[in-house]
């Protein structure tokens, strides 16, 4: 059982990154997958979360309106899309998952299985 993202990397302020979640030995169907990051010295933070059982989603301030979560179960795949990036959102992302859930309630609190992080630095 795993996650992988990727997708991460060096960005120009203004630019755009679509980060790619691969699960392995599981299929994502029914469980809700989250994004979140970790900048240097700080903790993790939950930045989105897509439902499994509705496909509803969720972001938090920082990303609203710049960030496009997604999913396509048939690829064991989810996508987090950010647009107009900003040197604030230099971080470790991971996406993870918890399958004793179907939804994102408390999302941000955590969830039971984290998948390896991708890099993203949004510099000149």
Do not use: H
Not at 32 to 52: L, T, V
Not at 63 to 69: D, E, L, P, Q, S
Not at 112 to 120: L, S
Request: charged share 20%; net charge negative; proline share 4%.
């Amino acid at each position: 059982v795993q996650l992988q993202a990727s997708g991460g990397g060096l960005v120009q302020p203004g630019g755009s990154l679509r980060l790619s979640c691969v699960a392995s030995g599981f299929t994502l169907e029914g469980y809700p997958i989250a994004w979140f990051r970790q900048a240097p010295g700080k903790e993790p933070w939950g930045i989105s979360c897509i439902s499994g059982s509705d496909s509803g989603v969720y972001y938090d301030d920082s990303v609203k309106g710049r960030a496009t979560i997604s999913r396509d179960n048939a690829k064991y795949t989810a996508y987090l899309q950010i647009d107009s990036l900003k040197p604030e959102d230099t971080a470790k992302y991971y996406c993870a998952t918890d399958f004793e859930k179907t939804g994102c309630t408390d999302y941000g609190r955590g969830m039971d299985y984290w998948g390896k992080g991708t890099q993203v630095t949004v510099d000149y």
